[in-house]
Structure formats: C-alpha cells, structure tokens
C-alpha cells in the first residue's frame, strides 16, 4: 500500500488529507484486501482519502457527494496517484473548470 498526503483546496477550504492506494504489496496484505472485501483486480486501484485532522475515510465519492472538495477530489487522485507528488495541491475549483490555474500552495502564500 502506499500513503501520499494532499494539499486538498476549494473554496476557501484548505484540508490537509492522506490518500491510500490499496495495492497489495505482499500475500498478507492481499489476504486482508480480501479479508475485508476487495476486489484485487481493479483497475484504477482502490483509494482511501481521508482528512489528517481525523474523521471518516472514504472511498467511494459517491458516500461524500454532499461534500463537494471530496466528491471531486477522490477520483480525480484515483486516476492520477502515480504522477501526484506527496504534499502537491489538489484544486478542486480547477478540477471542475472554476479557474484557470490550479491554487498554490498555502505553505507559499503565508
């Protein structure tokens, strides 16, 4: 499994977030995948996304369609996980076609 951390940013929202894509990486893992209910031959993989303040993890945007930023957001990591950066900000308003240029960073803004 790998973990990256996001910059998730909307509309005045900035929220620091983990994805985790579910790629088995030995039998174990691939034992509990299945454990719990995982389709190992899914392609995009599976992601989990989830704030780094607490809270939910989610994998379907569907369950968050009430909350825009990850409603956006997780399948657009989905698609993209391999060529995201750890720590890179996901600007949903860009995403959607709301701006022109993704947001910077807050870290460069402060």
């Known amino acids: 499994m790998k973990a990256k951390a996001f910059e998730i940013r909307d509309i005045g929202t900035l929220m620091p977030a983990v994805a985790i894509q579910l790629t088995p990486e030995n039998e174990a893992e691939r034992f509990l995948m299945r454990r719990a209910g995982w389709s190992l031959t899914d392609e995009p993989h599976h992601i989990l996304l989830g704030r780094l303040d607490g809270g939910k ?4 945007e569907y369950e968050m369609q009430h909350n825009s930023t990850f409603f956006t957001s997780i399948p657009y990591i989905r698609e993209h996980f391999d060529e995201l950066e750890s720590g890179q900000v996901i600007c ?19």
Do not use: A, H, M, W
Request: net charge negative; proline share 4%.
């Open 57 to 60: 993890f989610v994998y379907d």
């Open 92 to 110: 949903t308003e860009f995403i959607r076609g709301e701006r022109e240029t993704p947001k910077q960073s807050e870290r460069e803004t402060l």
